[in-house]
């Protein structure tokens, strides 16, 4: 049988290392050994296709604002953008997950102790699955900030979660979304994490006047760039 | 032109709702084909601490060493009872749990057949981008050949193969992210 090329490498700088100096709970985390070259095989070009088992035709799993029969609290916004491969194809038919605080910066988890109310009508959770263009579209609230215990004074800027899969086990992504002219992000370790400052700047949204709704909602751009396939065939 | 990467960043401590939702450590139902495995295991941090707030998925092929999936175009059979697609967070001990078959052995580099294996990724707070290792099985005939584990150094390849339990049909497989005896993580 002939095997399908398999896909590109991480580019260098563009992802953050396994251990980063200001983020502490990197330092017991991250592997100390070198990671291991493998050539991608069947197992790697190949991958989950869960559009269709995860998302029944119809459902409003993207829109976050109306849980348990109220209206969430906080700022509107609709987050769209494409998900499209390094050679600028779509990937459509791809399960996108969200999660995020609410507008006062709670998570609805367990886990989650900052002093900060919780919105019975915000769960913070979403699913999509891009269409045939590679485009999806969430309606949510703009999530506030919040403490965390990484140092003193520490501060997440507003931020939503992203997971994706792509075509393959290789194009498998989760990130963070976020936002223009968040004055922590200067101050986050999360975000700095990332070595090129062009590579951090394309995780920051860009707000869209034509994506917002009048008297309805902020409309914010965001596309994903998923690894493309290489061009030479994996073994075979 | 070639567009830029997405960078990746931590899945952090509070995707359970969203991602991990009640049936995905179970990869079958009962129409499923093969043999019946359980696999358990704990992720272990450089202190050899349970990591309790980690996200572990597998992708593997079915009985017969079938991705489900469009490049696979090999001519063996799909099974409608199964996808091969897992998902499991940790608990506080940092144990994780999935019920799945053993998969059929796929084709590797040149005429070789890899040996079976279960794809796995890792996330967790703290880690910034995923890590990624395979799980072998013991008694593998087809490992003394297998290429992925031929490229590691033979003191570590043990990381990579998990062991029987007393109880049949279930293997141990722990995930030790740092220190003594760190698994192999591959890069993909």
């Known amino acids: 049988m002939k095997i399908p090329a398999g896909y590109r490498r991480e580019t260098p700088g563009a992802h953050p290392p396994y251990d980063h100096p200001s983020y502490t709970s990197t330092h017991k985390r991250a592997p100390r050994h070198a990671l291991v070259r493998l050539e991608h095989t069947l197992s ?28 969430a609290l906080g700022e509107r916004i609709i987050v769209t953008g494409r998900v499209l491969d390094e050679d600028g194809r779509a ?36 699913r999509a699955i891009t269409d045939d263009r590679g485009a999806y579209r969430f309606v949510t609230v703009k999530p506030g900030a919040y403490p965390w215990r990484n140092h003193h004074n520490a501060w997440r800027p507003n931020h939503i979660h992203f997971s994706l ?18 004055p922590l992000l200067t101050l986050d370790p999360i975000f700095n994490s990332i ?8 995780l920051i949204a860009t707000f869209d006047i034509e994506v917002t709704i009048p008297e309805y909602a902020l409309g914010y751009r965001f596309d994903f760039v998923l690894r493309g396939r290489d061009a030479t065939p994996a073994l075979s | 032109m070639r567009l830029p990467q997405t960078p990746s960043q931590t899945v952090g401590p509070f995707f359970g709702p969203a991602l991990v939702r009640s ?65 499991a967070a940790t608990d ?36 910034l981008k995923r890590l990624v290792t395979r799980i072998y099985f013991p008694d593998e005939p087809l ?46």
Request: hydrophobic letters at 40%; one cysteine or more; charged letters at 25%.
């Open chain 1, 44 to 71: 790697e070009i190949t991958g989950p296709r869960l559009a269709g088992e995860t998302l029944a035709p119809g459902s409003n799993e993207n829109d976050l604002t109306h849980f348990d029969d109220g209206e």
């Open chain 1, 91 to 126: 990937i459509p038919h791809t399960l996108i997950e969200i999660w995020q605080a609410n507008a006062a910066g709670r998570y609805a988890h367990v886990e989650d102790q900052h002093q900060a109310p919780l919105d019975p009508h915000f769960a913070g959770i979403g």
């Open chain 1, 165 to 182: 899969f792509g075509p393959s086990f290789a194009t498998r992504l989760i990130t963070q979304m976020y936002f223009p002219g968040d």
């Open chain 1, 195 to 202: 070595p090129d400052r062009s590579a951090r700047a394309r």
């Open chain 2, 23 to 87: 049936g995905q450590q179970s990869l079958v139902t009962a129409g499923s084909r093969g043999e019946r495995i359980t696999i358990e295991g704990r992720v272990l941090d450089g202190d050899a601490a349970g990591v309790s707030d980690a996200m572990i998925e597998l992708w593997q092929a079915n009985a017969d060493g079938r991705y489900d999936h469009p490049d696979d175009s090999q001519e063996k059979l799909l099974d409608p009872d199964f996808h091969g697609f897992g998902r």
């Open chain 2, 92 to 127: 506080e001990r940092g144990c994780f749990r999935f019920y799945s078959i053993k998969p059929g052995a796929v084709p590797g580099p040149g005429i070789i057949l890899q040996a079976p294996h279960i794809s796995v990724s890792i996330f967790a707070r703290g880690l």
């Open chain 2, 143 to 188: 490992n003394a050949t297998d290429a992925v584990l031929n490229a590691v150094a033979p003191d570590r390849r043990s990381t990579l193969i998990a062991r029987n339990a007393e109880r049949q049909g279930v293997l141990l497989f722990d995930i030790v992210l740092q220190g003594e005896h760190e698994t192999v993580f591959f890069d993909v």
